[in-house]
């Protein structure tokens, strides 16, 4: 035995699985086979600030960019988090204690398990929910409860879902609005109750909130809205949706000193920080172009209505999701009464119209029956893309 019981426990993850059929497709396309539409994953196409990316540029070429960066390193950025927290919350947070750079919010979500929980110890998450939240209870030899968001209650987290005896037992809950998969904004009060039952059970409360500055409806909640944040919570930001950054892996955690801490720990023995020439582009993204991410919500609108419209004219239909970057769809009644799952569905839109979705069951059991599609492709072409799957779809049907 070469590998561990934990890695059998976290399986493959629905992204890799969609990697290796999306290769498989390339690899035996023949001549008349469409070319691979990839809508699977909420990479953007859009570009980033030319200012961040003038400024990383300029820094590389200083001397030491290449260097390794610790935490000391780290705190022009931090300093121009604590800026952007009074400018965007009119919270005032400490830049040394509450303040922690991360390698994308991923890493926020999947560490902090390991620097609050003991093994066996019981944390929560949302489902569906993005992997990292449960692959992060599972790296923690974690035990998970699941709290379902459903369709017809609005994906509202109802709370008496669990007893109290289990709310008792939990150390840790982990929630994300707006939400990834299902592409709704959520509200406030939703993380105002979280914050309740946290203080109620005493317990950590993370929340993950990459997509705060990309609600196309309503206005995105936020945990450092909540009362208690600076005593049990934590939450995660991201550059990668809102500023187009994702592959620099730019993001930071907000949160209570002690749990702050804690995941410094972590990351101390795990790695560095990213170059302090990606670093510059971070705090030029924050304190330059700050509204960023709403110059390009009215592009996600237009994407999300025509997208929408054409699913429609197909037959598909699907709610309207009141967050960019998404939408979240049924597995439709034809393919129901086949027995197809959403794995099924996926696979079949992949080998018959080369459109690579990514199968709502990849982010829990709550997800099965549903897939999600990215809108990362100009308006133009995910109707284009749409209208390929129509001669075999009607054949469905």
């Known amino acids: 035995m070469l590998t561990s019981k934990r ?4 399986g493959s993850g629905v992204f890799d699985r969609n990697d290796q059929r999306k290769q498989r497709y390339r690899e035996s396309a ?7 539409v990839d809508l699977s994953l909420g990479s953007t196409d859009l570009d980033p600030p030319p200012q961040a990316v003038a400024s990383m540029a300029a820094a590389l070429q200083r001397p030491g960019s290449a260097t390794y960066c610790l935490h000391a390193g780290t705190r022009p950025l931090r300093e121009a988090v604590r800026a952007w927290c009074w400018s965007r919350f009119e919270v005032e947070v400490d830049p ?3 303040v922690l750079l991360l390698v994308g919010s991923q890493e926020g979500t999947a560490h902090l398990p390991l620097a609050v929980l003991n093994p066996g110890d019981a944390g929560l998450i949302l489902d569906p929910s993005y992997p990292s939240h449960q692959g992060g209870l599972l790296l923690a030899d974690a035990r998970i409860e699941r709290l379902a968001l459903e369709a017809d209650q609005g994906w509202r987290p109802r709370w008496d879902q669990l007893s109290p005896s289990i709310w008792d037992e939990l150390r840790l809950m982990v929630m994300g609005f707006p939400h990834n998969p299902t592409a709704q904004v959520g ?9 309740d039952r946290a203080r109620r059970h005493d317990l950590v409360l993370a929340h993950d909130n990459p997509y705060l500055d990309l609600a196309l409806d309503g206005e995105a909640p936020a945990l450092l809205r909540t009362a208690g944040w600076r005593e049990r919570g934590i939450e995660f930001f991201s550059l990668s949706k809102g500023w187009c950054l994702g592959g620099f892996r730019l993001a930071f955690a907000v949160g209570a000193e002690p749990l702050i801490t804690a995941l410094r720990q972590l990351k101390g023995v795990v790695d560095f920080n990213q170059s302090l020439a990606l ?3 971070a705090i030029t993204a924050l304190t330059e172009v700050p509204d960023w991410p709403r110059r390009i919500v009215p592009v996600y609108r237009e994407r999300r209505d025509r997208t ?12 309207v999701p009141s967050m960019a970057l998404y939408l979240w769809l049924p597995v439709p009644p034809w393919a129901k009464e086949r027995g197809w799952s959403d794995e099924d569905l996926a696979a079949a839109l992949l080998d018959h119209g080369g459109l690579a979705l990514t199968p709502g069951s990849g982010f829990g059991s709550a997800g099965a029956g549903w897939l999600r599609l990215a809108l990362v492709q100009p308006a133009e072409e995910l109707e284009a893309a749409v209208a390929r799957l129509e001669p075999w779809w009607r054949q469905q049907c």
């Open 7 to 10: 890695l059998q426990r976290l």
């Open 30 to 36: 023949a001549a008349s086979r469409l070319p691979l």
């Open 96 to 98: 040394d204690r509450e």
């Open 187 to 195: 509200e406030q009060i939703w993380l105002d109750e979280a914050m």
């Open 279 to 281: 670093q510059q582009g």
């Open 308 to 319: 929408l419209t054409a699913l429609q004219r197909l037959g598909w239909q699907a709610p």
